[in-house]
């Protein structure tokens, strides 16, 4: 499957850590924002690579984390995927960060990366 990871960008070494677990399964990740350095990119031209990116993805993992920093991409990026009918899963337990999007009943949530990671190995997501 193709997966898009949305995150806080200060996560982006731990988001390269997930997409080598996930590619482990077999799944491949389109986020290329994970390999960038955002201070010596246009950010316009960051935000058309993850429009794209999103557009191409069947689905999304969004990390939440419970900085409560509403300034994050990786919400909109949710909202975008949304939008688009992309398969949404959510990981982190963080009732702080969640807003009613994340609690619509298409929407898998898992408390850490680990339990996706258990649940996926075992069913091939």
């Known amino acids: ?12 070494s731990e988001m390269r850590d997930c997409r080598g677990a996930l590619e482990a399964l077999g ?13 010596s990119q246009d950010l316009p031209e960051c935000a058309y690579a993850a429009l ?11 990390f939440l ?3 409560n920093d509403w300034r ?8 975008m995927a949304l939008a688009q009918g992309l398969k949404l899963f959510s990981v982190g337990n963080s009732d702080d960060e ?5 609690h619509l009943a298409g929407v ?8 996706l990671l258990a649940a996926w190995g ?3 997501s």
């Open 1 to 12: 499957m193709k997966i898009y990871l949305a995150a806080r960008y200060g996560r982006a």
């Open 27 to 39: 799944h491949r990740i389109v986020s290329t924002w994970i390999d960038g350095k955002e201070d």
């Open 52 to 62: 794209g990116e999103i557009t191409d993805a069947e689905a999304m993992v969004c």
């Open 65 to 67: 984390d419970g900085t």
């Open 72 to 79: 994050g991409g990786n919400h909109t990026e949710f909202g």
């Open 98 to 102: 969640l807003n009613v999007f994340h």
């Open 108 to 115: 898998i949530r898992y408390a850490s990366f680990e339990q």
């Open 122 to 124: 075992n069913t091939r």
